[in-house]
């Protein structure tokens, strides 16, 4: 895959963060291939059937955790494909600064 692609009007970039996704039916470890300032995709080791999520990630300004609610468009073959819902503009804010710093 490129450096950055360009996915249903937004810009992708590789990245291959820790994440965390919480859902009813539990919490799930995993790693980030690829995010948006709207999407990530995210490979885990197993599907899960909720289809509405909070995915914790890293901070990109190196403190704590940065928690978005996000709603699962697809899964294939360990993928799974978010969409963020109801981001605040500090959230925004934030995935931007992080999107800019992969390369933007």
């Known amino acids: ?3 950055q692609t360009t996915y ?16 009813r039916t539990g919490m ?8 948006s300032e709207t999407g990530i995709s995210i490979a885990l080791p197993k599907s899960f059937a909720d289809t509405t999520v909070t ?7 190196g403190e704590g955790t940065l928690s978005l609610a996000a709603a699962r468009c697809h899964n294939a073959e360990g993928f799974h494909g978010f969409r963020f819902v109801s ?8 995935l931007r600064r992080l ?4 390369g933007r």
């Open 87 to 94: 981001l605040s503009p500090a959230q925004r804010a934030l």
């Open 99 to 102: 999107c800019d710093s992969l």
């Open 1 to 3: 895959m490129s450096q």
């Open 55 to 61: 995915i914790e990630i890293a901070d990109p300004s």
């Open 8 to 23: 249903r009007g937004h810009e992708r970039f590789d990245w291959q963060g820790e994440v965390t996704v919480v859902g």
């Open 28 to 35: 799930f470890h995993g790693q980030a291939e690829n995010i």
